[in-house]
Every structure is written in structure tokens, then in C-alpha cells.
């Protein structure tokens, strides 16, 4: 199993940038289908990203295309979520989510994202 820690929220000023990173421990993270969600206060889980584990591919939520990139460093087994141009409407709790084949689902901790305006 793997196991996945989320760290990089902050505080930061609109139009300004973060990077969250999610460390994946136990198994390899390229291995699993790996996405990011985020929860704002009084409201749904919203998915932001998922990358496909066969091919790498990458889709984004519309609420965040053109402004957040995920990428990958095999070598420190970490998946990076690069936050630029980022709005009020950004702040929530962000979670990384690992996927295997057989559709188990594996959690990190959250981590508080807050864009003051």
C-alpha cells in the first residue's frame, strides 16, 4: 500500500503561486492514478487534476486549466501540484489521492491553501 503526505499549503496573496507536494511512501507513486481535490468551506469535494498511471496524462478541472500544472519527480517518489494565478476562490483544503488498478483509494492529509485578496 501506499501511504502520502501533503505539505506546501500557505497563506498567499491573490495572483500569487504555491506548490503543494504530495511524498509518497510504501510503493512507487507511478504505479497509481494520482489526482488532487480540494474542499472549500460549505462545499463539495471538487477534483482539480488527474494524471492516468498507463500514460501520464494529465486533465485538469476547468476551474483551474491554464492556472495549476502537476508534475512528477520519479527519483524522490513526490507529485507536485504548481498553483500560479491564484484567486480567493482557491482557498480550500487541498488532498492528494493515489488510485491503483484495482480502484482502492488512498488519501494524504489535507493541506490549508488560503488566498487572501
Known amino acids: 500500500d501506499v501511504q502520502l503526505q501533503a505539505s506546501g499549503g500557505g497563506l498567499v496573496q491573490a495572483g500569487g503561486s504555491l506548490r503543494l507536494s504530495c511524498v509518497a511512501s510504501?510503493?512507487?507513486?507511478?504505479?497509481?492514478?494520482i489526482a488532487w481535490f480540494r474542499r472549500a468551506p460549505g462545499r463539495e469535494r471538487e477534483a482539480i487534476s488527474c494524471?492516468?498511471?498507463?500514460?501520464?496524462?494529465?486533465f485538469y478541472g476547468e476551474s483551474v486549466k491554464g492556472r495549476f500544472t502537476v508534475y512528477s519527480d520519479k527519483a524522490k517518489n513526490t507529485v507536485y501540484l504548481q498553483m500560479n494565478s491564484l484567486e480567493p476562490e482557491d482557498t480550500a483544503v487541498y488532498y492528494c489521492?493515489?488510485?491503483?488498478?484495482?480502484?482502492?483509494?488512498?488519501w494524504g492529509q489535507g493541506t490549508q491553501v488560503t488566498v487572501s485578496s
Open positions: 510504501g510503493s512507487q507513486i507511478d504505479d497509481y492514478a
Open positions: 494524471t492516468s498511471a498507463s500514460d501520464g496524462t494529465t
Open positions: 489521492n493515489a488510485r491503483d488498478t484495482t480502484g482502492i483509494n488512498y
